[in-house]
C-alpha cells in the first residue's frame, strides 16, 4: 500500500467516507462535460428527478462531433446538431457553463481547461472521457468516467470507488535531440505494456519530467490511460505555478500565496512509499512510432518490426491480428512505410508547443505528393496563439490544410475521416482497428515533429535528419 | 433502480484475444446519438463485418447467452459507457476475464454488470469448455466467488467492496451518494480551492 504520495493525499482530502459496500466516495472537484457522453446523464438525471448539486463545479464544452472546416450552424450533420443542442440546452437548464464555438474558450476540453487554469495541483478531476489523465499533470488525480458516473457526479459531486495502487516511473536524464515527451510515453507503454498500469495511478518522476514543461507533462499523462493507469500525475513544482499564475480561474493575490503553500504540501514526500517502481533512462528513448494495433505496440524509427518469436508469448496473438490488420511484415523496417494522411492534433498533441515543433519541421519543406496533411489545434486559444505566431502560414505554405479546433480524425466522429485502408501518421494517442473513422483504415502513432516529417516525406522517416 | 446481483446462471459466448478495446466493442460512429437505444447494431460491427458470420456474436450456438469470457485488458481504451451498454443489449449480464480495464469495469458495475476475473488458464478452460458444448450453463456466484460448468467448479476474483456491491443491491451508488450531500458539503468545504478563483463565485 502507498503512503505519503500525492495520490494519497489528495485521496484522503477527498474521501466522504466509507460507503455500506467499503467502496469510498470521493469528492470531485471539478468536472468536465462534452457534448458525447453527458446526454443520457442528464436523462438519468431527469428520470430520477435528480438536480446537479455543484453546477458551478461543472464546465461543458464541445469538441468530439465539431467539424474542423465549416463550422457554421446548424451542422450539415443532423446528429452532430443534435448533440450540441442537447449539451446547450442542458447546460442551459441547469446553469452550466458552456464553452460553445465562437466563444474564444472551446476547444478539446483536455485543453481548454489547463489552459483556463481550472486544472490546478490538487483537485480530483472527472470527465467522461479517458484521455482526463491528462490534467494529472498538474498533480491532480484525473481520471475517465462512463456516462453512469457522469451522473453521480452531476447529481452528488461525488464518486463511488477504490483506491489504486501507485507506481512510480521514474525516467532519469536528457533527451535526445528529435526525441520528446509523446516518445517517452510511447516507450513506457511498449515497455509496461497496456495493460501494466491496470489497478494503478502512474506517478511520473525524475529528471527527465521535471525538465519538461507543462504541455509535455499533459501529453505523457494523457497517455497514461493507454498504459492502462486510469490516472498519471507530475508533483508539481515551480514550473506548474509559473503556468498558473494569471490564468482566468487560477486564485489571485492572497489566494494565490494560500495556494503556492497548499499545493507545496501536497508533493509525494521523499521518504514515500509506492506499490511498485520502475526506472527508465531518458537516453536510451528513441524517436518511437506504433506498428501495431495498440499503443503498446510501438518501436523505435531506426528498428524493424517485432517478429513473433521476438514477442512474450501473451503479446503474440494480437501481434499476428496486428500483421495482418496493418498489412506489415514482421522484420520489416518502420522506416520507409508510405503514408497516406498525416494528422496533427489531439488531447495528446495539439497545444501550441506540439504545433511549434511541427512548424519548425515543414518550414521551408513541402508535403509530399500524394500525401493529405492536416493541423488542428485543440481549442480556439490555441488557433488564435498559432497565428499570432504564423504557425499557420508556414502550414499552409509547406502543403498543410490549417483547420478548426476540435478532436477531429483522432477518433472521426466528425467529417474527419481516413478512407478504406488508407495509413495515417497520426499524433494522436490511439491505434485501434478503425479508430480514425474507416473500419480498415490504419494508424501509426509519433509526435507531431515525426508526423510532419512523414509529410515532408511521404513515409516514415526519422525525425532527426531534418533537424 | 437497485436489485442484488448474487448469481448469474446462462449459456456463455467465448470471445478469444487480449486487449480488446472500447472502439472495437462499439465504434465511434454509433456515439453519434443522445440515447443508448440503438447501441445493438454496432456491438463488434466491424470485427462481425471482417470475420463474415463467423465471429462468436453471430454463430448461431451462442445467440442468447449471457454470460461473455474474454481474455486480458478486456475494455481497454475510451471510457465509452456506450460499450458495455451495447453489450447489455445483445445481451450479456455478466463477465469474466483474465483482467478488465479500469474504467469499463467501472462502467459495468454502474450498469449491474459483475465482471469476475480468473487465472489465464481456468479462463482458457471455460473458453475451450464452452467452445465444445454452447449449449453448457455456466454460472457465476458472487457469494462464493466460483465460477461452474458442469464438472468444473474454478475460483474467480472481485473486490471485496464491489462484490458487497452486487450482493447487497447497492452497485447503483447514485441513491447513497445523493443521500450523503451534507457530508459531501462538508468535505468541500475543507477543501482550500472551493474557495479560490471565480469558479466558485457562481
Known sequence: MSKGTLFDKVWDLHTVGTLPSGLTQLFIGLHLIHEVTSPQAFSMLKGRDLKVLFPQRTIATVDHIVPTENQARPFRDNMAEEMIQALEKNCQEHNITFYNIGSGNQGIVHVIAPELGLTQPGMTIACGDSHTSSHGAFGAIAFGIGTSQVRDVLASQTLSLSKLKVRKIEVNGNLKPGVYAKDVILHIIRTLGVKGGVGYAYEFAGTTFAQMNMEERMTVCNMAIEGGARCGYVNPDEITYDYLQNRDFAPKGADWEKALNWWQSLSSNPDAEYDDIVVFNAEAIPPTVTWGITPGQGIGVDEKIPTAAELLEEDRLIAEEAYSYMDLYPGQPIQGTKIDVCFIGSCTNGRISDLREAAKIAQGRQVAAGVKAFVVPGSERVKKEAEAEGLDKIFVKAGFEWREPGCSMCLAMNPDKLQGRQISASSSNRNFKGRQGSSSGRTLLMSPAMVATAAIKGEIADVRALL | ?202
Open chain 2, 1 to 202: 433502480m437497485v436489485s442484488e446481483v448474487k448469481q448469474i446462471s446462462s449459456q456463455a459466448v467465448p470471445l478469444l484475444g487480449n486487449d480488446i478495446d472500447t472502439d472495437r466493442i462499439i465504434p465511434a460512429r454509433y456515439l453519434k446519438a443522445i440515447t443508448f437505444d440503438d447501441l445493438r447494431e454496432g456491438v463488434f460491427v466491424d470485427d462481425r463485418k471482417a470475420l463474415n458470420g463467423e465471429h462468436p456474436f453471430d454463430q448461431i450456438q451462442y445467440q442468447g447467452a449471457n454470460i461473455l469470457i474474454v481474455n486480458r485488458n478486456f475494455g481497454c481504451g475510451s471510457s465509452r459507457e456506450h460499450a458495455p451498454q451495447a453489450l447489455a443489449k445483445w445481451g450479456i449480464k455478466a463477465l469474466i476475464g483474465e483482467s478488465f480495464a479500469e474504467i469499463f469495469f467501472g462502467n459495468c458495475v454502474a450498469m449491474g454488470i459483475p465482471c469476475v476475473t480468473a487465472e489465464a488458464e481456468v479462463v482458457k478452460q471455460l473458453q475451450e469448455l464452452v467452445m465444445a458444448n454452447p449449449q453448457a450453463v455456466v454460472t457465476i456466484n458472487l457469494e462464493k466467488l466460483q465460477v461452474e460448468i458442469g464438472d468444473l467448479t474454478a475460483s474467480v476474483v472481485m473486490s471485496e467492496g464491489t462484490r458487497s456491491a452486487f450482493i447487497a443491491g447497492t452497485w447503483d451508488a447514485c441513491g447513497q451518494l445523493v443521500a450523503n450531500a451534507q457530508q459531501v458539503k462538508a468535505t468541500a468545504a475543507k477543501l482550500p480551492y472551493i474557495a479560490w478563483g471565480n469558479l466558485a463565485a457562481s
